[in-house]
C-alpha cells in the first residue's frame, strides 16, 4: 500500500473518532475542572494510568507481547 493511500485512511479513521461526542467521564472531568480548575485524582488515573506501576515498555519490546500483558483489564 502506498504513502497516500496509508495517510488517507488514517485522515479518515481520525475524523471518525473526532466526530462523535466525548464520552461522559470526559464531559465530567471537563466540567469539573472548569469548576475547580484542577482535576479529580480518579480522572487523573483514567487518564495517566497508576503512578506507581513503572512503564515496562522499551525500544525492543513488542506491542504483542505487552498488549497480551494487559489483557483481561479494563482501562
Not at 488517507?8 to 462523535?20: H, N, P
Not at 484542577?38 to 515496562?56: A, H, I, M, W
Request: charged residues 25%; glycine residues 10%.
Amino acid at each position: 500500500m502506498n504513502k497516500q493511500a496509508v495517510l488517507d485512511k488514517y485522515r479518515v479513521f481520525e475524523e471518525r473518532l473526532q466526530g462523535g461526542p466525548p464520552p461522559d467521564w470526559v464531559r465530567q472531568l471537563i466540567e469539573h475542572y472548569r469548576c475547580t480548575g484542577s482535576y479529580r485524582p480518579q480522572d487523573l488515573r483514567r487518564l495517566l494510568g497508576d503512578p506507581t506501576e513503572g512503564v515496562e515498555i522499551g525500544p525492543n519490546s513488542s506491542l504483542a507481547s505487552n498488549l497480551a500483558t494487559y489483557r483481561g483489564q479494563a482501562f
